[in-house]
């Protein structure tokens, strides 16, 4: 198999493998691209619980990218957690000199039992200097409302959150709906030309650790293969929806997803 495209994945390290840079990793490489990292923080952690964070130095991971970029170059960019100001303010000027297409961020704010992950202040120069050089941001329902600052609890709120948000800049919004209590998921796609909503039914499994990281490395993977914003959504998801049913039910808590789902299905359409 050929290999269609770089990937520079900004993001955090996850010992257990299911989220971060280990499941962006892996989605990369089983939907057909080569992958490449910048690891911004290292978390000891597994599936039930994260025991510590280590940030790395901006300098550091200034490094790791302008290496990366200076001689091999990327197709497209996934940006997982940029956990201060200055890494933001880093990253924004190594996407904006080296005019980075197929930018992916997902925003990732708040952990899954609610901790804000950023300050205030660090979302104020995410909203002002990242969105707007995005090709696609991808917040789940409490990072959206942390971003419009109302809250949102039915499809109808949803869809005029992704329209606030294409406003402040990125060119596409996924608005994922995993978080609503409903028996179905509906994701909401905003783009300059509307909404299309994606719906299917919510699987019921505790094996849905690092489903974000993994649909926005997807996406990100889609777009620099050249693949329109439409049919990258769909593959994504299709691709997340598989990997989830078919997870190998590891660790005790909140399992990993099955990544190399891409290779027995011939109908996911990499
Ligand atoms: N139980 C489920 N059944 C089917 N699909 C799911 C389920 N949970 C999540 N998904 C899919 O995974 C995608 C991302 O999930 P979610 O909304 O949970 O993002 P997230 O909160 O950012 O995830 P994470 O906890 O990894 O940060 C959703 O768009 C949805 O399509
Ligand atoms: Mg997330």
């Known amino acids: 198999m050929k290999i269609k495209s770089k990937i520079l994945i900004i993001a ?40 510590s964070i280590i940030p790395i130095p901006t ?63 660090s979302i104020k120069y995410l909203k002002k200097l990242i969105l707007p050089l995005c090709n696609l941001v991808t917040p789940n329902i409490p990072e959206a409302e942390v971003l419009i600052g109302s809250s949102i609890s039915n499809k109808k709120d949803m869809i005029e959150a992704a329209k606030l948000i294409l406003n402040m800049g990125s060119k596409n919004v996924l608005l994922k709906g995993g978080h609503l209590k409903s028996k179905m998921i509906c994701d909401i796609l905003a783009t300059k030309k509307g909404i299309k909503v994606f719906s299917k039914r919510k699987i019921k499994t505790k094996n849905t650790h690092g489903t974000g990281c993994t649909l926005s490395s997807a996406l990100a993977t889609c777009l620099s293969q050249k693949k329109n914003i439409v049919k990258s959504c769909k593959i994504s998801l299709r691709y997340v929806d598989k990997a989830i049913a078919s997870a190998p039910g590891y660790g005790k808590g909140f399992g990993p997803l099955n990544h190399l789902v891409s290779f027995n299905l011939r109908n996911i359409n990499v």
């Open 12 to 51: 955090g390290s996850d010992s257990s493998g299911g989220a971060g840079i280990q499941a962006d990793i892996k989605t990369v490489t089983a939907l057909g691209s080569y992958a490449m990292t910048a690891v911004t923080a290292v978390t000891a952690q597994n599936t039930r619980d994260v025991k």
């Open 59 to 121: 300098k550091n991971i200034q490094k790791q990218i302008t290496m990366i970029l200076n001689d091999i170059g990327a197709n497209g960019v996934k940006i997982g957690m940029l956990h201060n100001t200055s890494i933001i303010k880093c990253v924004y000027k190594i996407l904006k000199k080296y005019k980075l297409k197929n930018v992916v961020l997902d925003p990732v704010m708040v952990a899954k039992g609610g901790t804000k992950l950023i300050n205030n202040n």
